[in-house]
């Protein structure tokens, strides 16, 4: 739909500038792995919260 309203070249400029946006969010908000081996950069996985206790009514 863009390709036929905004043409071939602004089609292609707006689909930079969201693969732009998106390098830099990615590359914002991932840890840095530099020098980690690759078992250490597999545990930097979010661990999943422990579960809370059950409360017991009496």
């Not at 292609?12 to 969201?18: R, Y």
């Amino acid at each position: 739909m863009a390709l036929a309203n905004w043409g071939i070249g602004r089609t292609m400029l707006a689909a930079a500038v969201i693969s732009l946006i998106g390098a830099a969010v990615s590359m914002a908000w991932a840890p840095e792995t530099r020098d980690l081996p690759l078992h250490e950069c597999a545990a930097l996985r979010e661990q999943p919260a422990p579960a809370k206790p059950l409360s017991s009514r009496s």
